[in-house]
């Protein structure tokens, strides 16, 4: 790690957060400023490399100067005031929680940027694809960096807009009715969360995350606390998504661009889990010990479900799309990070946060690997990939078949890959959950959220034998195997899930501290 003073950092962070905004404004130039191309189309989608790859630049100087002695105390903060009369404050900082999820969209975002670059989305302006995803990008940044409950609910619905165009104007089949389900069920989760939100200002007499944090629900009374985590959770179930608040995914999922399933997998779904730990974990803990139960079960009944829909779409003559049958898998993977943290213990809440980014890296790469299969096959369809063009991944195009095969065993949570060590965590955080908890319920749910492992490892291997493994009844052209853009956006994904799941402590000794004193009251 490197010294850096601590206002270069402040400075660091609150570029990271603005920055992309600014991009997007300059994409909507007549001409991105400093940069050419064979055709202002290529000029535009370069800019969008270059704003992403200087955001990514930044957060990782960011990472390398942050203090890893002391990963629970905030840092890089910046703390000005912006609304006096509501006590409304610019409060940004970072510590172990956030650190991890900020570099994770930053990464992702580049990602996206570069393989637009080389594989420019249809059916609509470059310079609007840029500048949304620069959009979405801040506001996605700002919701892990902001310390306010009011900005953290601004940033939490900027990222909205930008999505539902890239859904609709970027999508594939069914992508009007996809993107209006999508807005409509995450504004009104919004609006629901707004009255939580609010609720806690008045009540506490302060907007600031850290104050409320450290104060531990002292000022907020049993039946606020209650109101506030059911109203609030409410919000961030919609967006995590939460069985049975789901229905959205799918379709959206189904429907969406390649990058735009990335992003909407990788960070956008991370933004409900974070906001259960950062707000309602240690601002209404009384709540929030209410609800644990009940989030936990509606958990274990998201892990099966998903676990089941995936399954019955990878059967033979199914019907099934691949694209969709991911998006069900998240909903099974998220309810492990509900999971663990509704156990309300250190270990359980680190599984969560762990499992978040696992989820991130390995979903990330799942989507850009069948949005590859799609523009090689012209089809997500599972029945036609795995007995037509598609069959027999292995030979036609082995890097391919690899690489999904990879991911899928990433995915169904091997020993030694990201994907292992969070949802073991969140299980052996059930094995003892918090004080006051039944624990013959959490082992119960425990047993549960196993058993799903079992199903998740199912219906991975069936499509792995179908599609990598499979063989046509006729012979059929080899696909174009893995490209050079293609292998520079999924590298570093593949490397990260090995390199988390070989050495976990790298990114437990981030969180642990920073969740022992977010669970102890307080945070400083």
């Not at 010294?3 to 570029?15: K, P, T």
């Not at 735009?260 to 601002?283: C, N």
């Not at 997500?380 to 598609?390: K, Q, V």
Request: proline share 5%; glycine share 12%.
């Amino acid at each position: 790690m490197i010294d850096i003073n601590e206002s270069v950092m402040q400075f660091l962070l609150a570029f990271v957060v603005v920055g992309p905004l600014l991009g997007a404004a300059a994409a909507l130039l007549p001409a991105p400023p400093g940069l050419k191309g064979k055709s202002p189309e290529q000029a535009v989608l370069r800019h969008g490399v270059t704003v992403t790859g200087v955001i990514l630049a930044a957060a990782i100087v960011l990472a390398l100067g942050f203090d890893h002695n002391h990963p629970s105390k905030m840092q890089a903060t910046t703390d000005i005031s912006w609304i006096p009369a509501l006590d409304v404050r610019i409060h940004l900082g970072i510590d172990g929680i956030s650190l991890p999820l900020l570099v994770l969209t930053a990464l992702l975002t580049f990602l996206c940027a570069l393989y637009s670059y080389f594989n420019p989305p249809a059916g609509g302006s470059p310079k609007a694809f840029v500048a949304l995803l620069l959009l979405l990008e801040s506001g996605t940044l700002a919701t892990f960096a902001v310390l306010d409950l009011l900005l953290f609910f601004l940033a939490f619905e900027t990222v909205l807009i930008p999505m539902y165009f890239l859904i609709a104007r970027w999508g594939g089949e069914g992508r009007t009715r996809a993107a209006w389900k999508f807005i409509l069920f995450t504004l009104l989760g919004s609006v629901v969360m707004l009255l939580g939100l609010l609720l806690i200002g008045i009540k506490a007499g302060t907007f600031d995350m850290v104050a409320l944090a450290t104060d531990n629900g002292r000022s907020l009374t049993a039946s606020v606390q209650v109101i506030a985590v059911l109203t609030i959770g409410l919000g961030l179930a919609v967006k995590t998504p939460m069985w049975p608040l789901h229905s959205w995914l799918p379709d959206a999922h189904t429907a969406a661009p390649t990058v735009g399933s990335v992003l909407l997998a990788g960070v956008l779904l991370k933004m409900g889990t974070y906001g259960f730990v950062r707000i309602l974990l240690p601002v209404a803990p009384h709540g929030f010990h209410t609800f644990a139960p009940y989030l936990a079960a509606f958990a274990v009944v998201g892990i099966i479900y998903g676990s089941l829909a995936c399954l019955a779409l990878a059967k033979r003559g199914a019907k099934g799309d691949l694209k969709r049958l991911i998006a069900y898998s998240s909903v099974g993977h998220m309810g492990f990070v509900l999971l663990g943290i509704a156990t309300m213990t250190p270990t359980g809440v680190n599984g969560a946060l762990f499992a978040n980014i696992a989820h991130g890296l390995i979903t990330g790469l799942l989507f850009f690997l069948v949005g590859a299969l799609k523009d090689r096959t012209g089809t997500t369809d599972l029945d036609t990939l795995a007995e037509g063009t598609g069959a027999a991944l292995y030979g036609k195009a082995p890097r391919l078949g690899g690489l999904l095969a990879f991911g899928a065993v990433a995915s169904l949570g091997l020993p030694g890959l990201a994907g292992f060590w969070g949802e073991m965590l969140a299980l052996f955080g059930s094995f003892e959950p918090a004080a006051g908890l039944s624990r013959p319920a959490f082992l119960t749910f425990m047993a549960i959220g196993a058993f799903g492992t079992l199903l998740t490892a199912a219906y991975m291997l069936i499509v792995v034998r179908r599609v990598c493994m499979g063989g046509a009844e006729h012979e059929v052209p080899k696909l174009a195997d893995v490209h050079g853009y293609e292998f520079a956006a999924w590298t570093p994904l593949v490397t990260l899930t090995v390199l988390a799941g070989l050495w976990p402590k790298a990114l437990l000794g981030l969180t642990d501290p920073a969740v022992q004193q977010l669970l102890a009251g307080g945070t400083r």
